[in-house]
């Protein structure tokens, strides 16, 4: 949420230029001990607003190491205009360069830089100073829709206004924010390249304008930055969504009606929100937005910039701590880390950046550090889930009956691994089907033992959740159900170590093919078996590869391609039931030339003039010999060598579709008494084998009077 609470504007800019900070808290270190330095974690990761000096007056920032150190590569804070550009055209970049030079030589590898804040001297209005009240806990509306009570007002202030000249061509002199945006891109250059526009417009704390306003600031920031950096990524202000759930798309309606927006991605590259307390927001809010998302606009990433929760009950820091709504014990946060983390990958966000690294400048806290550098639960929590939580080649999320929720990550570089959690406040017994006779379990401190399957299943106590809302009796409008529970509890990890992918083939097939393909493939696995196939096709010698089906479970199938004479190759990858799948072979596995055509056999056996025009031959009729035969196809070109008697029989092939048999009389045309021409239409079907035509006798109907000549003569 992005809520640093300083009393005035000016020590907000101190904070983003120097980093000053907080003293450090009395009490002692809590008795956490860390796991090692993640070193491999897969750079989904992040914290906010790690760069903090201590002692205030520097020179170390002791926090960078401890991000890096629980896997976090990613740190994300302000780049306020008020600092940077106190004012028109006097920069000030000094101690933005030292805190991005410091957060990476500190292996902080990517930051997210959120601009914002109107400088007084082009704000729209306001003039109330940017500051939060001082209050020991949030107000109702925060962390979750209260129906009784929203977010608490703010009176307008001066840096939370429109910029002036918002509305002209984003590269006026006079547009403020389009100048901003492009000089600060200009000047990090590929040190930072990812920039959030503004934080959180829904809340007016942050932004006095309307949607369609944050529109076009949107829009300006994003034309603005991609003039200066063609491939940096530009991030929709993050939501804070319960403040206006319809925001986003009062913004995003707006944008869909700008010619220029699908050209420009819709004016963002990634959809960027903020969820707190409740563990399953990062799967159902997400999923809720994205929706929401898709109705305006297509599909976006999004990264969740901003999730934790507070901490009611760490005596080290509140000597009298209370517990309170959407808060959480210090236990129940680290448990929030781990599934907020699994219910994010389920959801498909790509980042996870958590709120905060530290308690510094905060009423609650939040940090997965406190202000003395002792560790919270939660810091191991964030390495288990960085450590473990890695690489998926897929995810997936099931509700067991039992209250049991399980997110599994399929294919990771350890294996198979579930995140299990018991959303009841009963403990539970639970039984997790085995893929291996034997799978290590980690809990959220990292530490891990072996168990073994009996009967094809792993059994597991999962303890109960503990973390529920609180019903005032004495306050007659809280209406909180005190069988809510925010997070669930204990979270476990079962890995099944298999991770080492099948292998798959592709049959060899005929050198041509008629009509359709018959494609089949097969799969081996030496540990936990073949689960599913994809099988990709290539059109032509120099056609790119495409998907034909995708996650199938069939060895075979029949492929119906629609150009004739054409080589079709096809190769096939398969998955084991760990989630590993094989890597594409680079050539084909099978090849085959398809022959769309159709053999066909023509059998007519008689040509006859129908004198009582009854269609009928029975022998009786008059036999015509010379009579000029074609076989035409739709655009009246022989599909045959013609022919000239009495009867006529071949077999050719010939491609699907309609033809014409014309049979014309010797002399044609003649005056009366005479035959006239016949055409009959045929259709020559698609399919395999030899398609029989016969025809006992085709009749010419008579030629009695000049006047029908024009007639046939139009049919030819």
């Not at 940090?367 to 080649?393: E, K, M, W």
């Not at 085995?434 to 072996?450: E, F």
């Not at 014309?664 to 008494?673: Q, R």
Request: aromatic share 14%; hydrophobic share 40%; glycine share 8%.
């Amino acid at each position: 949420m992005n809520r640093l609470l300083f009393p005035t504007l000016l020590s907000l800019a101190l904070l983003a230029l120097v980093g000053l900070a907080f003293q450090p808290a009395a009490a002692g270190p809590a008795d956490v001990t860390p796991l090692p330095p993640v070193q491999n974690p897969d750079g989904r990761a992040g914290t906010c607003y790690s760069f903090y000096y201590d002692p205030p007056e520097g020179p170390d920032r002791p926090f960078i190491p401890l991000a890096r150190e629980a896997g976090s590569r990613w740190d994300r804070f302000d780049f306020s205009w008020p600092t940077i550009e106190p004012t028109n055209d006097n920069w000030n970049f000094g101690p933005h360069d030292d805190l991005v030079d410091d957060l990476q030589d500190g292996g902080i590898e990517n930051i997210v830089g959120i601009l914002l804040w109107t400088p007084d001297w082009v704000a729209t209005g306001g003039t109330t100073a940017l500051s939060l009240p001082r209050f020991d806990r949030r107000s109702p509306g925060w962390y979750a829709p209260v129906p009784r009570t929203g977010v608490a007002r703010q009176a307008a202030s001066a840096q939370s206004s429109p910029p002036q000249g918002l509305y002209l061509p984003w590269d006026h002199p006079d547009n403020y924010w389009g100048n901003y945006v492009n000089t600060v891109v200009s000047h990090f250059g590929d040190r930072v390249k990812y920039w959030e526009m503004w934080n959180e417009p829904e809340w007016e704390y942050f932004w006095t304008g309307t949607s369609a306003d944050y529109a076009q600031l949107l829009k300006v920031g994003y034309l603005a930055t991609k003039a200066a950096c063609p491939d940096c990524t530009v991030l929709f202000g993050g939501l804070h969504y319960w403040a206006n759930p319809a925001f986003y798309r009062w913004v995003l309606n707006t944008l869909n009606d700008d010619p220029d927006a699908p050209a420009n991605n819709y004016f963002f590259d990634v959809m960027s929100v903020h969820l707190y307390s409740r563990s399953s927001n990062a799967y159902d809010v997400v999923n809720t937005i994205r929706s929401g998302m898709l109705e305006f606009v297509p599909e976006h990433p999004i990264w969740l910039t901003e999730t934790g929760v507070p901490v009611w009950d760490d005596d080290l820091v509140d000597p009298d701590p209370t517990k309170y709504d959407y808060a959480a014990t210090q236990e129940e946060a680290a448990a929030y880390v781990i599934q907020s983390y699994a219910e994010a990958w389920a959801s498909g966000v790509e980042r996870y950046f958590f709120f905060r690294t530290h308690d510094a400048d905060m009423s609650e806290y939040f940090g997965l550090i406190r202000n003395d550098r002792s560790l919270r639960p939660a810091y191991v929590a964030f390495q288990v889930a960085t450590t473990y939580l890695v690489s998926p080649t897929m995810t997936t999320r099931v509700d067991d009956p039992d209250g049991t929720r399980r997110v599994t990550l399929w294919g990771t570089p350890w294996g198979k691994l579930s995140v299990l959690w018991n959303r009841t406040p009963t403990t539970a017994t639970f039984g997790y089907p085995a893929i291996l006779p034997t799978a290590t379990l980690v809990d959220r401190w990292g530490v891990t033992q072996t168990i073994s399957a009996t009967a094809g299943v792993y059994t597991l106590t999962l303890p109960g959740a503990t973390a529920n809302l609180v019903d005032d009796p004495d306050d007659p409008n809280d209406s909180d159900d005190p069988d809510d529970y925010i997070i669930g509890g204990e979270p476990y990890l079962v890995i099944e170590a298999d991770t080492t992918p099948p292998t798959a083939t592709v049959h060899p097939l005929p050198a041509v093919s008629y009509y359709t393909i018959p494609v089949s493939w097969e799969g081996a696995d030496d540990a936990t078996g073949v689960w599913l196939y994809d099988i990709q096709v290539r059109e032509g010698v120099n056609g790119g590869w495409t998907s034909w089906l995708d996650l199938t479970t069939a060895t075979s199938a029949l492929y119906f391609g629609d150009q004739h004479d054409e080589m079709y190759c096809f190769r096939a990858r398969a998955w084991d039931n760990a989630g590993n799948h094989g890597e594409w072979p680079i050539g084909a596995q099978a090849c085959t030339t398809l022959d769309l055509s159709r053999r066909v056999h023509l059998d007519l056996e008689a040509i006859f003039g129908d004198a009582n025009s009854n269609g009928v031959w029975d022998g009786g009729e008059i036999t015509l010999t010379q009579v000029s035969l074609r076989f035409v196809d739709g655009a009246g070109a022989d599909a045959v060598t013609p022919t000239v008697g009495a009867s006529w029989e071949f077999t050719a092939s010939l491609m699907p579709g309609d033809y014409t048999l014309v049979a014309v009389p010797d002399g044609w045309p003649s005056p009366p008494p005479g035959w006239l021409p016949r055409w009959l239409p045929l259709v020559v079907e698609a399919g395999g084998g030899v398609q029989e035509i016969w025809i006992e006798g085709l009749g010419l109907l008579p030629h009695n009077a000049s006047r029908y000549l024009p007639v046939v003569m139009a049919n030819q």
